[in-house]
């Protein structure tokens, strides 16, 4: 069955520090990716995509993810981090049908 | 655009007692749609799925059940909640690519 894993479960940082979120998943096929965030309070929504193209791609608030397909990886960055960007990052894929799967998911916290 | 409503916000309920969480869209047509629970650590569950009236899939066998109505509404029920139940649900709409989209989620406690 197709699964996706987020290496680090809380992540604190401080501000203008850099940021990498790790997700892989396990498919060989296509797939479409995502990156979806959850701020304190809020509902979760879609940070970036992937659907085919440019493996490097961008989405709001200065984030970027990049596909590497050979690594089965999408992971997320961000060069410099605000203390606004605290919240808890989830990486989802979803392999050509109706099911897409989450990862548990990562908090990260950003020191003022 | 589409909304996604989803009520009751918050709900605490006894053991043994049904359960009813309703999701409505609005501003589209024939949408794919979603229950998730969302439980700290695990990430988003993927409980039902459905793509149009009447037609659902379930993910996970569990104490709870799924029905589509209508085609923009989407019900999630137990007829007798356990402890384990408690979670926050959210209800979300699939689009194109299957983006999903949520709506602002449920909370529910059983006590």
């Known amino acids: 069955a197709q699964s996706v894993s987020q290496h680090n479960h809380h992540v604190i940082l401080s501000e203008a520090a850099s940021l990498e979120l790790g997700c892989n998943y396990s498919y060989g096929g296509t797939v479409n990716l995502f990156w979806y965030v959850q701020y304190p309070g809020q509902h979760l929504q879609l940070l970036l995509k992937y659907f085919s193209g440019d493996p490097l791609v961008k989405g709001i608030k200065g984030f970027e993810a990049e596909f590497i397909k050979s690594k089965f990886s999408f992971n997320l960055r961000k060069p410099s981090v605000q203390w606004s960007d605290t919240a808890e990052y989830f990486c989802?894929?979803?392999?050509?049908?109706?099911?897409?799967?989450f990862g548990a998911g990562t908090r990260l916290f950003v020191k003022a | 655009s589409q909304t996604i409503h989803q009520w009751p916000a918050t709900l605490v309920q006894p053991v043994g007692s049904p359960l009813s969480l309703e999701c409505t869209v609005e501003g589209t047509s024939n949408p794919n749609l979603y229950w998730y629970r969302q439980a700290a650590g695990r990430g988003l569950q993927l409980l039902f799925y459905s793509v149009g009236i009447g037609q659902i899939s379930s993910e996970v066998p569990q104490n709870l059940s799924a029905s589509r109505p209508q085609d923009r509404q989407f019900i999630l029920s137990s007829k007798k909640l356990l402890l384990s139940d408690s979670g926050f649900y959210l209800c979300a709409i699939g689009h194109s690519g299957n983006t999903i989209y949520f709506g602002e989620g449920s909370w529910l406690t059983v006590v």
């Open positions: 989802a894929v979803n392999t050509g049908g109706f099911k897409t799967i």
